[in-house]
């Protein structure tokens, strides 16, 4: 299963600044096509920003990876710049799906690895480590408040939630 029944939303980061640490909130607006209000994204000052395609809305991150690699080395979800932390969630196969997070709808675009610019930033040996497990790039197809706790669910085609 993709999703498991228990998905759900662990943490939410942010930040305003491309290279800032992003720091944890207790909820964010996510603004359809646009990103998560107040995240670098958002505000176009993110390193990709100028890029060309889509995917550069939000990210995720599953708190199982996270969880493993704070096993072998010393780093925290926000030094992994990931906006959303999940947990029971494979993200590698939401890529061309649409899925629920609360009450705002995302499409997975592609997986989020791992660069040479988070590894500049974080530790020696984070590219490697996340290679395959980076995560989820995805957009916003409607928006609305995201919380910790908020449950992750596929979307049908029809747009209901399944």
Known sequence: ???????????????????????????????????????????????????????????LIEAEVVEALQQTMVITAAQLRRNILTRGVKLNDLVGVDFGVGEVVMRGVRRCEPCAHLEKLTVSGIALALNDRGGLRADILRGGMIRPGDKLKLIEATGRSV
């Open 1 to 59: 299963m993709i999703i498991s029944d228990s998905a759900c939303v662990t943490g939410i980061y942010i930040t305003p600044v491309a290279t800032d640490l992003p720091t944890a909130v207790a909820e964010v607006t996510a603004v359809r096509e646009t990103g998560l209000e107040g995240d670098r994204y958002f505000l176009r000052r993110g390193t990709w920003s100028h890029w060309p395609g889509g995917g550069r809305q939000v990210t």
